[in-house]
T-cell receptor
Framework: DTEVTQTPKHLVMGMTNKKSLKCEQH?????MYWYKQKAKKPPELMFV???????INESVPSRFSPECPNSSLLNLHLHALQPEDSALYLC????????????????FGAGSRLTVL | ELKVEQNPLFLSMQEGKNYTIYCNYS?????LYWYRQDPGKSLESLFV?????AVKQEGRLMASLDTKARLSTLHITAAVHDLSATYFC??????????????FGKGTKLSVKP
């Protein structure tokens, strides 16, 4: 299995809703990532988990709450979002090799397109 | 702060022509990636460049890296319509170090016309 699977593919939510985005991989990767991509913009890093621990949080508002329950799963919990949070949310995974100039290519999922009304 | 600049941002090409996309980055790094993104789709990894002078080729695309100049190029040979997409370069800050701070350029939207 060489894929990163994201669900749902599309999500529409109101500003008072609570929802979650899910990401799953079975490649044995120990690093998982959330990126946010607005239309016609490059992806922006939100969070990085390594060995199920949060290692990077790029000053993301607390209305986004990541969770990594095990080495294969990554969730992004959403609460009280704003319309400007509408975007494509991309999950990615990679090997985690610290201190070595290895490839560590990120494999991206297909994304979850979020619309906040 | 690491900055990654691509140019051009938009590129309209005739089929059969050659062209080059440039990617400059502002601080030391020893790994550079090229990704392709089709409209409404996710990112597909094209190349990983890990050392000065690295050159990789796949079909009509060839990527190179000059770490001294902090420059990577993506050369397109004899373009075909199927190459129409947005191409991103991305750089990880530092030397063989921390993972995950993958900084993307703004992307080059390539349109190949008959």
């Amino acid at each position: 299995d060489t894929e990163v699977t994201q669900t749902p593919k599309h999500l529409v939510m109101g500003m008072t809703n609570k929802k979650s985005l899910k990401c799953e991989q079975h490649m044995g990767h120990r690093a998982m990532y959330w990126y946010k991509q607005k239309a016609k913009k490059p992806p922006e890093l939100m969070f990085v988990y390594s060995y199920e621990k949060l290692s990077i949080n790029e000053s993301v508002p607390s209305r986004f709450s990541p969770e990594c329950p095990n080495s294969s799963l990554l969730n992004l919990h959403l609460h009280a979002l704003q319309p400007e949070d509408s975007a494509l949310y991309l999950c990615a995974s990679s090997q985690w090799v610290r201190g070595v100039a290895g490839a560590n290519v990120l494999t991206f999922g297909a994304g979850s397109r979020l619309t906040v009304l | 702060e690491l900055k990654v600049e691509q140019n051009p941002l938009f590129l309209s090409m005739q089929e059969g022509k050659n062209y080059t996309i440039y990617c400059n980055y502002s601080t030391t790094s020893d790994r550079l990636y090229w990704y392709r993104q089709d409209p409404g789709k996710s990112l597909e990894s094209l190349f990983v460049l890990l050392s000065n002078g690295a050159v990789k080729q796949e079909g009509r695309l060839m990527a190179s890296l000059d770490t001294k100049a902090r420059l990577s190029t993506l050369h397109i040979t004899a373009a075909v319509h199927d190459l129409s997409a947005t191409y991103f370069c991305a750089v990880v800050m530092g030397l063989g170090g921390s993972q995950g701070n993958l900084i993307f350029g703004k992307g080059t939207k390539l349109s190949v016309k008959p």
